[in-house]
C-alpha cells in the first residue's frame, strides 16, 4: 500500500538526508515501517537516495536538491558532450559513487546492529537508463540532435551504457549482490539491473528501436536480464519495450495518471506482456474493481491508498489481498 502517512514515523525534508546517512537510512526504512505494519507482501530494502544524480555525478555534472528530489544541470552544449566521450568511461567511485558505498557499509552496520541484516535489504542506488542519463546531460538539443547528429548521439549513447554497466557492477560488489539477480524498491528481481526509461516517452517507435532499445538490451545482458520503469501512460512504444531481449518486469507508472488514456487498461496490457513472459509490476488506484480481472500469473500489484485512516490500514490491506487472491471480499 503506497501514499499512507504514518503519524509516528515523521519524515526528513530530503535537502537534509542528502549529507546525512542516519536521516536518509530513517527516510529509507520508512516503507519497511508501513510494510510490516500493514503486514503487504513487499520485499524490505533500503539504498543511497540520489535520485537522477547518480551517473551524471561521475563526470562531474552539478546538480541541485529541493525538498523532495534531486536536479541535474544539463550541459546544453554538444562539444561539452563530445569532451565527454573523448575521455570515456569514468571512475565508478568518483562523484556519488564514491558516497553510495560509504552510505552501503554505513546501513549494513546500522541494519546487524538492530538484527534486521537478514530481512531489510540493500538496493541500487538510481542509476536511470542511458536515454534517461542523455537527456539530462545534454538537455533537449540532443532531440534534434538525434536528427542533425544521429552518430554523436550514438556514441553518447555507447559511452553511458559502457558507464551504467560499470557503475551496477561496482554498486553490487558493495551491496554483495549476485549479479543476475536484485531487490529493488519492493520487488525481487530475476535479472541483476533496473532502467527508467521515462523520457524516451518523446520518441516516436522508429526513434525508440534505434535510440533506446539496443542500450537497454546491452545492459540487461551484463546481468541476465532486468526490469524497466516508466509512467505507463505513454504507450507509443509499449509492443517494443516489452519485446526487449532479457526484459523480465515492466512497473508501470500509476493507472491514476492513465486514467484518461483508452488503451491503459490492466488487463490489456498484462495479455500483450505475457506474450513475452514479461510481469507488470502495477500500481492501482483507490478502490478496488467491481469484478476481478481474469489474471493469474505475471501481475505484481501495488495499491495506493492515501486517504485511508492508518489505524485502519491493516484491515485495508487484508481486503486488498482477499481480492486479489480470489478470496471473499470481507
Not at 512504444?237 to 492513465?258: C, D, F, P
Request: aromatic fraction near 12%; glycine fraction near 8%; charge should be negative.
Amino acid at each position: 500500500m503506497h501514499g499512507l502517512k504514518a503519524p509516528d514515523w515523521p519524515l526528513f525534508p530530503y535537502r537534509e538526508t542528502f549529507d546525512d546517512p542516519e536521516k536518509m537510512l530513517w527516510n529509507q526504512l520508512y516503507e519497511t515501517y508501513v510494510g510490516v505494519t500493514v503486514r503487504d507482501d513487499r520485499m524490505l530494502t533500503v539504498r543511497p537516495n540520489f535520485w537522477t544524480a547518480n551517473i551524471p555525478s561521475l563526470f562531474g555534472f552539478p546538480f541541485k536538491m529541493d525538498e523532495t528530489t534531486t536536479w541535474i544541470q544539463a550541459s546544453h552544449d554538444a562539444e561539452a558532450i563530445r569532451r565527454l566521450i573523448d575521455r570515456g568511461v569514468p571512475d565508478v567511485t568518483s562523484g556519488l559513487g564514491g558516497r553510495a558505498i560509504e552510505i552501503f557499509a554505513i546501513y549494513r552496520d546500522y541494519l546487524a546492529e538492530a538484527g534486521l541484516a537478514d530481512v531489510v535489504h540493500l538496493f541500487q542506488p538510481d542509476n536511470q537508463g542511458p536515454f534517461d542519463c542523455a537527456y539530462a546531460m545534454w538537455g533537449e538539443e540532443i532531440l534534434t540532435a538525434m536528427y542533425d547528429t544521429p552518430e554523436l548521439v550514438h556514441r553518447f549513447l555507447d559511452l553511458l551504457t559502457e558507464t551504467i554497466i560499470a557503475y551496477a557492477r561496482a554498486m553490487k560488489r558493495a551491496m554483495r549482490e549476485p549479479a543476475d539477480h536484485m531487490y529493488h524498491w519492493w520487488y525481487r528481481v530475476p535479472g541483476g539491473v533496473r532502467i527508467v526509461d521515462d523520457s524516451t516517452i518523446m520518441l516516436s517507435p522508429e526513434m525508440y528501436d534505434e535510440f533506446s532499445r539496443p542500450y537497454t538490451e546491452r545492459i540487461y545482458a551484463a546481468f541476465g536480464g532486468g526490469y524497466m520503469h516508466y509512467c505507463g501512460h505513454g504507450l507509443q512504444s509499449q509492443h517494443q519495450r516489452v519485446a526487449t531481449r532479457g526484459l523480465r518486469g515492466i512497473e508501470m507508472g500509476s493507472a491514476e495518471v492513465g486514467a484518461k488514456n483508452p488503451n491503459y487498461v490492466l488487463h490489456d496490457l498484462w495479455k500483450q506482456a505475457a506474450g513475452h513472459r514479461v510481469v507488470i509490476c502495477w500500481i492501482g488506484p483507490p478502490g478496488l474493481p467491481v469484478v476481478r480481472p481474469d489474471i493469474d500469473t505475471g501481475l505484481i500489484y501495488g495499491h495506493i491508498e492515501r486517504e485511508v485512516p492508518w489505524g485502519q490500514a491493516a484491515q485495508r490491506t487484508r481486503q486488498i489481498k482477499d481480492f486479489w487472491q480470489g478470496r471473499k471480499r470481507h
